[in-house]
């Protein structure tokens, strides 16, 4: 297992921003979970995949692990589902092309999401309709004081919205070392959502000529309906429309969570302004709110102070458009959530893990 001591944080985020890890530990082989628990001597890690979903504000003190567990198992290969095993180390985006080159289904609407599978659990990743709680069987882990190995059913893993088990202070002690899948071999598009389904429009209507060739589809579903590959495409390129890339801007995806209030707080809000979102959630006393559209409607879009911002594209977006350390994003990311809720009433809770 490779130790470096002092170890640059900046490459290892997406926000980019600077700071240093005393020590770090890449675990790349299931072998060498013994010496890491050996290691870590009980102390706390901090775990970390792509680095696409944290905000470091400060150096880090406590041990840093990197997750770079490799590895695509199938494990049941029958009938209409299969089974496949994902090491946490594993690209997300690069596995979802990869069981769509199979034929396998069910991941194509969180195609383009950065990060590594182990990060898929831990916030119960979701895009356009879809959360990976729906497709995850289990989740193995290792209990990183103990050196426990569990398998966790996805009652164990405690899955909301943006959350689980692993976000809680127990289950951070766990180092989730790979993810099983549990896909459809029959094509079972999702396109509930508007924008996909816009998007499908727009390239249909491009690509009119061609129909009558897709129409012979190897899938063998309805004619007329999106194959996975055709919602893949169409995610992945609202996806390039509408966010940052991390790699010309540092970003962290959406730095809010959509509020959930009840319908009694949501009621000034939608009285006082009657076109801001509200969803439907399945606990009908609630409802969701639009996190992007509080913020752009109290005037951030756009924002920028030295080189923290708010993206121009996505008000949900906070930028680095260089050298914005973690403090300033930080602060930044505190002047927005002050001011909507100064304006609506409204709290926002951020999404990425801010390590301050
Ligand atoms: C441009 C952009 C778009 C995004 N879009 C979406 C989106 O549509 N939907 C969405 O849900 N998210 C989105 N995200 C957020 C992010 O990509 C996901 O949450 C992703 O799953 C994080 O994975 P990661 O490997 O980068 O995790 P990291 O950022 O490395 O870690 C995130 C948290 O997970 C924990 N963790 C990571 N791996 C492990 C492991 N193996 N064991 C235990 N704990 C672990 C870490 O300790 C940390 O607390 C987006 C981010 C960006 C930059």
């Not at 979903?53 to 029958?78: I, S």
């Not at 092309?97 to 396998?104: H, I, K, R």
């Not at 898929?120 to 995850?136: C, H, K, R």
């Given at each position: ?12 985020t ?11 530990l890449t ?51 029958g ?162 429309r ?57 005037g ?52 990425p893990v801010?390590?301050?």
């Amino acid at each position: 297992m490779q130790v470096r001591q002092n170890l640059p944080l900046r490459s290892l985020t997406t926000f980019g921003v600077a700071g240093t890890s005393a020590r770090t530990l890449t675990l790349e082989r299931l072998e060498q979970l013994d010496a890491l628990i050996e290691a870590l001597a009980g102390s706390l890690p901090f775990i970390l995949g792509g680095g696409s979903n944290v905000l470091f504000a400060r150096d880090l003190h406590e041990p840093l692990v990197l997750v770079r567990l490799k590895g695509r198992r199938l494990l049941d290969d029958g009938g209409a589902t299969i089974l496949l095993e994902v090491g946490a180390g594993e690209g997300w985006d690069d596995t979802v092309s990869y069981t769509l080159s199979q034929g396998w289904f069910g991941l194509e609407n969180l195609s383009l999401i950065p990060g590594l599978a182990g990060g898929a659990p831990w916030q119960n990743i979701g895009a356009y309709g879809v959360e990976a709680a729906e497709l995850i069987e289990t989740v193995q882990a290792v209990h990183t004081g103990t050196g426990e190995r569990r398998t966790f059913s996805t009652a164990d893993c405690d899955f909301g919205y943006r959350s689980s088990f692993f976000k809680t202070a127990d289950g951070r002690r766990w180092l989730i070392t790979s993810v099983r899948l549990r896909l459809s071999r029959e094509p079972h598009p999702r396109i509930a959502y508007g924008e996909i389904q816009q998007e499908l429009a727009a390239r249909a209507a491009l690509a009119a000529p061609e129909v009558s060739d897709e129409s012979a589809d190897p899938t063998g579903q309805p004619a007329g309906s999106p194959s996975p590959q055709q919602v893949a495409a169409a995610v992945r390129s609202i996806r390039r429309r509408k966010l940052p890339d991390p790699a010309s801007l540092g970003n962290a995806g959406s730095f809010f969570k959509n509020p959930i209030v009840s319908r009694d707080d949501a009621e000034p809000l939608r009285v006082a302004y009657p076109k801001a979102p509200v969803y439907p959630v399945p606990d009908a006393a609630h409802v969701k709110l639009s996190a992007a559209w509080l913020i752009e409607s109290a005037g951030w879009k756009g924002f920028r102070d030295g080189d923290a911002g708010v993206s121009a594209q996505h008000a949900l977006v906070l930028v680095n458009h260089g050298n914005a350390t973690g403090p300033q994003l930080l602060a930044l990311a505190r002047r927005i959530q002050q001011s909507v809720h100064d304006r609506f009433g409204i709290a926002l809770e951020p999404e990425p893990v801010i390590v301050a």
